[in-house]
T-cell receptor, first 113, second 114 residues
Framework: NAGVTQTPKFRILKIGQSMTLQCTQD?????MYWYRQDPGMGLKLIYY???????DKGEVPNGYNVSRSTTEDFPLRLELAAPSQTSVYFC????????????FGPGTRLTVT | DQQVKQNSPSLSVQEGRISILNCDYT??????FLWYKKYPAEGPTFLIS?????DKNEDGRFTVFLNKSAKHLSLHIVPSQPGDSAVYFC?????????????FGDGTTLTVKP
């Protein structure tokens, strides 16, 4: 199994550009999450989803959008990139409700200049 | 207000000795606690967890202790190995309908010297 995969690994955006960070899991997990990690900091929850068609905001959702049309995919959209969105983005999934162990992807390093 | 705190940004220990990483939390609703390990340029990986109904959980060289009254948990690694050098994140989760969401600390960078 590939687990959780993320593309791209690296990306440089100009201010105001948009992009989609892709996340796919092949473990048939219902719960999926997007985090960002700033240097020297922990992971902050951006958005999460408890199943296809259901998404909700996390701690730091401003400037981002998500969709969940399938169990496997959970893309994160940045519409108008800002320097404050320079960060490393991690996608994660959880097996089922009340299973708290999360499986993480390798991350996408995004720089906005 | 940060609900999960790891007050030591870094820790350095000698190979073979014990590593103790600490974590404090403020939210009384947290009832499940996890430790993740992260190597550079990789995503975090789950290491060990503990439920609030326990005060200790052991898995090989790794043991997590929970003191609910003090809202404190710690991760012990014995004996420490150079391959344990990584960033360790403490995470906490509340039960019920929280959808498996976890709140993470800022991490402690462990360096194990040969």
């Amino acid at each position: 199994n590939a687990g959780v995969t993320q593309t791209p690994k690296f990306r440089i955006l100009k201010i105001g550009q948009s992009m989609t960070l892709q996340c796919t899991q092949d473990m048939n997990h219902n719960y999926m999450y997007w985090y960002r990690q700033d240097p020297g900091m922990g992971l902050k929850l951006i958005y999460y989803s408890v199943g296809a068609g259901i998404t909700d905001k996390g701690e730091v959702p401003n400037g981002y959008n998500v969709s969940r049309s399938t169990t496997e995919d959970f893309p994160l959209r940045l519409e108008l990139a800002a320097p404050s969105q320079t960060s490393v983005y991690f996608c994660a999934s959880t097996r089922q409700h009340l299973s708290y162990e999360q499986y993480f992807g390798p991350g996408t390093r995004l720089t906005v200049t | 207000d940060q609900q999960v705190k790891q007050n030591s940004p870094s820790l350095s220990v000698q190979e073979g000795r014990i590593s103790i990483l600490n974590c404090d939390y403020t939210n009384s609703m947290f009832d499940y606690f996890l430790w993740y390990k992260k190597y550079p340029a990789e995503g975090p990986t789950f290491l060990i967890s503990i439920s609030s109904i326990k005060d200790k959980n052991e898995d090989g060289r790794f043991t997590v202790f929970l003191n609910k009254s003090a809202k404190h948990l710690s991760l012990h690694i014995v004996p420490s190995q150079p391959g344990d050098s990584a960033v360790y994140f403490c995470a906490a989760s509340a039960g019920g309908t929280n959808a498996g969401k976890s709140t993470f600390g800022d991490g402690t960078t462990l360096t194990v010297k040969p």
